[in-house]
C-alpha cells in the first residue's frame, strides 16, 4: 500500500488532499485486488458563512472473488478458491466519483443555516458463478451484472441555540432529497465454450428511487441534571423500474412500489454530577429494502421484487457514561429492538442473494467499553458485546440449491445467522518516548449460517501484535512500524455467506501476517 496526504490551513481557505493505492494478492488463491482513491477537501470562509467542497474518486478493477467453500473444503485447505471461482474467473469492478459541497452560515440571535447538495456516479460490474444450464430458464437474468448509477441529493437545515425558561435549548428543522437512477442489465457468462465472459444481453432495466423527507429536533436543559431529546422525521420513499427487455418468454417487469412513514425518537439525560451521564432512549425504525435487495425475487421470476416489505423496528437503550479526572472511562447500556417485516436471505445461489420478509424478530443485549490510563505510558482498552438475535415467527425455508418452494420450517426463537453472541476486545499499548508497543486480543463467538441453525462457523480468538519507533528532524518526522496480524496462526472463519445455496457458507480469513511499513510526515517551514 502507497499513500500521501497533503494539508493546509489559512484565514480564509484549508485543504486537505489524501491519495492511495492498494494492491494484493489476497491471502486465498483467486483474490487478488487493487483500490485506488483520492479524496480532496477544501474550506473557504466567505464572508460569515463556511463552505466545504468535497470531491472523491475510487476505482477497484477486476477485483477476484474466490467465493465461499464448504466445511469439508475450508477446514483442511482454507487457502484455495472454489472451483467455479477459477472456472467463471469471478470478479468485480467498481468506479465511484463524487462531489458534494456544504454552505453554513451562522446569524444572529443563536440562527443557522446548513445548505448541503452532492452528486455522483457509480459503475459496477461483476461476474457470477452461475452454472451455464441455470441460464436456460428465459426468466433468469445471467451470470454478469452490470449497473450504472448516478445519484444525487441536498439537504436545508435550520438549527436555533437559545434559550427556554432560562433554560438552554437547542432546535433544528429540514428538508431532505435524494434520488437515484440505475440501469441495470444482465448477460450471459459465457460465449459458447468460453466461460466468465460477458454474453447475450438477459436484462435490462432503468430503476429510480427518490426519497422526500421532513425533520424536526429539540433539545432542552429542563432543570439543571436533566434533559429532554425529542424528533421526528416524515420519509417518503418511491421506487420505479421501467423495462427494456421484453420477449415472448420474458413479459415486461415494470412497476412502482411506495414506502411512507413518520418515525418519532425521544430521550432523557440525567448528570448526578460532572462524572457521571445516565440516559434512556426510545425510537421507531423504519428500513426500506435497497436496490440491492429488490434486485432479486426469491421466486425465480424476473423483474425486482416489489413485494418486499419495509422492516419496522420499535427500540429501547438504557446506558451509563462515566470519565473520572485521571482519564478512565466507562460506558455502559442495554438495549432491546423489535421488528417486524424482518428482511432476510431468502437464498444465495451463483453470487446472487435474494430477500423476503419473515414476521418478527428481536435483538436485545448489552455493551460495555473501558479505557483505563496505567501511568504515564501504559493505558488498556477493553469492549465487549453480548447480542441475542433471534427469529420470534417460525417461517418456511428452501434448503436444496434452485429451490423456490418453500418446505423445511425455522421454528421461533432460532437464531438470526450471521450474528455472534458475544465479541471482546482487549488491547495493551505502551507509549514511550520513542518506541511504542501494542497488543491486541480480539474474540469471537460462533456463528450459525443458514436460517436453521444446522451448521455454524466457530468461535475464535486472535493475537495481534504491533511496534514501531518515531525520529524527529527540524525538516519532518519519520514513523517506522512493524505489526503481526493473527500471531499465533489461528485458523479461524472470518466471514460467511448466509444461506448460500450451494453449502459454501465459509470464508476463511488470514492465517499469521506481518505488516512493515513507513511514514514521513513533512512540515513545511
Known amino acids: 500500500m502507497l499513500g500521501a496526504r497533503l494539508r493546509g490551513a489559512g484565514d480564509v ?9 492498494f494492491d494484493t494478492r489476497g491471502y486465498r488463491d483467486h483474490a487478488a485486488a487493487r483500490r485506488e482513491s483520492l479524496n480532496i477537501l477544501l474550506r473557504v470562509r466567505p464572508g460569515a458563512g463556511t463552505l466545504d467542497l468535497v470531491a472523491n474518486h475510487f476505482d477497484a478493477p477486476d477485483a477476484q472473488d474466490p467465493l465461499g467453500l464448504t466445511r469439508a473444503q475450508a477446514w483442511p485447505s482454507p487457502r484455495q478458491a472454489a472451483s467455479v471461482a477459477t472456472a467463471f474467473n469471478t470478479r ?43 441460464q436456460g430458464n428465459p426468466l433468469n437474468s445471467g451470470g454478469v451484472i452490470d449497473l450504472r448509477n448516478t445519484y444525487g441529493g441536498a439537504d436545508l437545515r435550520w438549527s436555533w441555540t437559545g434559550r427556554l425558561g432560562e433554560r438552554p435549548v437547542e ?76 420477449t415472448a418468454t420474458n413479459p415486461d417487469d415494470r412497476g412502482r412500489v411506495v414506502y411512507d412513514r413518520a418515525l418519532p425518537v425521544a430521550g432523557l439525560v440525567l448528570a448526578p454530577d460532572e462524572a457521571w451521564r445516565l440516559y434512556a432512549s426510545w425510537g421507531r425504525g423504519f428500513e426500506t429494502p435497497t436496490f440491492n435487495e429488490l434486485g432479486y425475487r426469491a421466486d425465480g421470476a424476473a423483474g425486482l421484487a416489489f413485494d418486499l416489505r419495509p422492516a419496522v423496528s420499535r427500540n429501547v437503550e438504557l446506558g451509563a457514561k462515566w470519565r473520572a479526572s485521571g482519564g478512565t472511562t466507562v460506558e455502559a447500556a442495554v438495549f432491546r429492538a423489535d421488528t417486524g417485516d424482518e428482511l432476510a436471505v431468502a437464498r444465495n445461489v451463483g453470487g446472487r442473494s435474494s430477500y423476503r420478509n419473515v414476521g418478527a424478530a428481536r435483538r436485545q443485549g448489552l455493551e460495555l467499553q473501558s479505557d ?36 423445511v420450517q425455522v421454528a421461533a426463537g432460532t437464531r438470526i445467522p ?43 480468538g486472535l493475537l495481534h501484535l504491533e511496534a514501531g519507533r518515531d525520529w524527529s528532524w527540524s525538516s519532518g518526522r519519520l514513523q517506522a512500524f512493524a ?38 510526515h513533512w512540515t513545511a517551514q
Open 171 to 246: 432546535l433544528a428543522a429540514g428538508l431532505n432529497a435524494d434520488r437515484q437512477r440505475q440501469h441495470r442489465r444482465g448477460y450471459e457468462n459465457f460465449v459458447g465454450p468460453a466461460l466468465g465472459v460477458r454474453g447475450a444481453l438477459r436484462r435490462d432495466e432503468r430503476n429510480t428511487v427518490e426519497n422526500a423527507d421532513q425533520y424536526l429536533q429539540a433539545w432542552w436543559r429542563f432543570a439543571p441534571r436533566w434533559s429532554l431529546l425529542a424528533g421526528a422525521r416524515r420519509g417518503r420513499i418511491t421506487f420505479t423500474s421501467r423495462d427494456a427487455y421484453v
Open 92 to 134: 468485480k469492478s467498481v468506479g465511484q466519483d463524487q462531489l458534494g459541497a456544504v454552505y453554513a452560515r451562522p446569524f444572529g440571535d443563536g440562527h443557522q443555516v446548513r445548505v448541503m447538495g452532492y452528486g455522483g456516479r457509480r459503475d459496477v460490474e461483476q461476474f457470477l458463478a452461475l452454472p451455464v444450464g441455470a
Open 418 to 460: 450471521g450474528i455472534a453472541r458475544q465479541q471482546a476486545s482487549l488491547r495493551l499499548r505502551w507509549q514511550g518516548e520513542r518506541w511504542h508497543a501494542a497488543a491486541h486480543l480480539v474474540g469471537m463467538d460462533d456463528v450459525t449460517v443458514n436460517d436453521t441453525g444446522s451448521e455454524r462457523a466457530p468461535g475464535y
Open 372 to 407: 483505563v490510563p496505567l501511568g504515564d505510558a501504559w493505558r488498556v482498552q477493553f469492549a465487549y458485546t453480548w447480542l441475542d438475535a433471534t427469529f420470534r415467527d417460525s417461517f418456511p425455508i428452501c434448503t436444496a440449491a434452485g429451490c423456490t418452494t418453500p418446505g
Open 13 to 21: 481557505m484549508g485543504y486537505n488532499v489524501a491519495a492511495s493505492v
Open 483 to 520: 505489526r503481526i496480524d493473527n500471531a499465533l496462526d489461528r485458523f479461524h472463519i472470518g466471514s460467511v455467506i448466509v444461506n448460500e445455496g450451494n453449502g459454501r457458507f465459509y470464508e476463511p480469513g488470514a492465517g499469521r501476517t506481518f505488516t512493515v511499513g513507513a511514514r514521513w
